[in-house]
Structures are given as structure tokens and as C-alpha cells.
């Protein structure tokens, strides 16, 4: 079965002004699509991968053929991110509650210091790629990485990932990433994060 694009959970211009209309229709028709196209493009020229899960491909890349590890690695973890980045996105964003707080605060003495050395990674990773918050055992940290990698690849499971590549924000603002980040911050939803922490 290929892959297919998940609908938006949301209208494109459902989390303006922090997030444009123009960047999401671009972001998830374009971006995500050709992530999408390109993976199953090359997961065609082997029959014996059909069936596999992004997870089973993405975090077992030495079992991929080599002729096409690079091409699943970069698109197979697009596809991945983005899936999930969609859903760590709502127009209720609110703040996090509960145990995802206090894991927060467990980890980084405060919400506020978690954002900002949360913003420091997201604005500090040279070029294209990631933010995340990953599980830690009971405890949370954050860790970025380049182009479309997943911290799963690296056995870690994200809770939370900003897309710090310039298509996710430069249509509104241009080269200020750090903006970008301040803004994104009202449409993170703490709902979906607590779910993927539990
Ligand atoms: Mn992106």
C-alpha cells in the first residue's frame, strides 16, 4: 500500500495569524505531498518493503537497500515529521496541564525556561530542520536535528517538533525565525503532546 497524505486536522487558515493560509496550503500540499510522491517512488523499485511501516523503515535504515536509504531516510522522515507536526498544531492552544507540566518543570525547573531553551534549539540548528521535545524516561529533553530526521531514529520518541526549515515560515517572516518561534508557541497543542508524552 503507498503512502498518502493525511488531511489537515484544521482549515489552512485555521491558525492565523501565527501560522498563514499561503504557508500551510504550500507546506502540506506541495512539501508534505512531494515527500509523499518521492517515498513511494522509491519504495516501487523494491516489492520486498511493501507493508512495512514508516516507523519499521525509519528506525531500522541499515535494513533499507542501499540505493534508496538516502531517498527513505529524507522522505520517509519528511513524511513522518509532518504528519506529526500537523498534529501538534490547533487554533486552542492553551497551556500544558498535569503530568506533561510537571515533567516540564521536573525537567527544566519552569515552562519558561523549558521555551526558551526550547527556542534556543529551534533557532540554533544551521540550516534546515528540527526541534523536539523528546521522552526521557519520566523526564523530558530537547535535542534538534538536520533535514527530515526523526529523534526516533536515534531510539528516541519526540512528544513535540518545530519544522525550523525556511518553507514553514518564511512567506510571513522571512528570515526572523525567532519570531517564527515566539508566534508558534499559541498554536502548540498541549493535548496532543500530553498524549504522545503518556
Ligand atoms: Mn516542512
Same mark, same amino acid.
Given at each position: /500500500?503507498?503512502?498518502?497524505?493525511?488531511?489537515?486536522?484544521?482549515?489552512?487558515?485555521?491558525?492565523?495569524?501565527?501560522?498563514?493560509?499561503?504557508? /500551510?496550503?504550500?507546506?502540506?500540499?506541495?512539501? =508534505?505531498?512531494?515527500?509523499?510522491?518521492? !517515498?513511494?517512488?522509491?519504495?516501487?523499485?523494491? *516489492?520486498?518493503?511493501?507493508?512495512?511501516? !514508516?516507523?519499521?523503515?525509519?528506525?531500522?535504515?541499515?535494513?533499507? $537497500?542501499?540505493?534508496?536509504?538516502?531517498?527513505?531516510?529524507?522522505?520517509?522522515?519528511? =513524511? #513522518?515529521? =509532518? *504528519?506529526?507536526? #500537523?498534529?501538534? /498544531?490547533?487554533?486552542? %492552544? &492553551?497551556?500544558?496541564? &498535569?503530568?506533561? /507540566?510537571?515533567?516540564?518543570?521536573?525537567? +527544566?525547573?519552569?515552562?519558561?525556561?523549558?521555551?526558551?531553551? +526550547?527556542?534556543?534549539?529551534?533557532?540554533?540548528? +544551521?540550516? %534546515?530542520?528540527?526541534? #523536539? !521535545?523528546?521522552?526521557?524516561?519520566?523526564?523530558? %529533553?530537547?535535542? %534538534?536535528? $538536520?533535514?527530515?530526521?526523526? $529523534?526516533?531514529?536515534?531510539?528516541?520518541?519526540?512528544?513535540?517538533?518545530?519544522?525550523?526549515?525556511?518553507?514553514?515560515?518564511?512567506?510571513?517572516?522571512?528570515?526572523?525565525?525567532?519570531?517564527?518561534?515566539?508566534?508558534?508557541?499559541?498554536?502548540?497543542? #498541549?493535548?496532543?503532546?500530553?498524549?504522545? +508524552?503518556?
Amino acid at each position: /500500500m503507498a503512502f498518502t497524505l493525511p488531511a489537515l486536522p484544521y482549515d489552512f487558515g485555521a491558525l492565523e495569524p501565527h501560522v498563514d493560509t499561503q504557508t /500551510m496550503q504550500i507546506h502540506h500540499g506541495k512539501h =508534505h505531498q512531494a515527500y509523499v510522491n518521492n !517515498l513511494n517512488a522509491a519504495l516501487e523499485k523494491h *516489492s520486498e518493503l511493501a507493508g512495512k511501516s !514508516l516507523e519499521d523503515l525509519l528506525t531500522n535504515l541499515n535494513a533499507v $537497500p542501499e540505493d534508496i536509504r538516502t531517498t527513505v531516510r529524507n522522505n520517509g522522515g519528511g =513524511h #513522518w515529521n =509532518h *504528519s506529526l507536526f #500537523w498534529q501538534l /498544531m490547533t487554533p486552542q %492552544s &492553551g497551556e500544558p496541564t &498535569g503530568a506533561l /507540566m510537571d515533567a516540564l518543570k521536573k525537567s +527544566f525547573t519552569d515552562f519558561a525556561t523549558f521555551k526558551t531553551q +526550547f527556542k534556543t534549539a529551534a533557532v540554533g540548528r +544551521f540550516g %534546515s530542520g528540527w526541534a #523536539w !521535545l523528546v521522552k526521557d524516561g519520566d523526564k523530558l %529533553s530537547i535535542v %534538534s536535528t $538536520p533535514n527530515q530526521d526523526n $529523534p526516533a531514529m536515534d531510539g528516541k520518541r519526540a512528544v513535540l517538533g518545530l519544522d525550523v526549515w525556511e518553507h514553514a515560515y518564511y512567506l510571513k517572516y522571512q528570515n526572523r525565525r525567532p519570531d517564527y518561534v515566539d508566534a508558534w508557541w499559541n498554536v502548540v497543542n #498541549w493535548q496532543k503532546v500530553a498524549e504522545l +508524552f503518556k
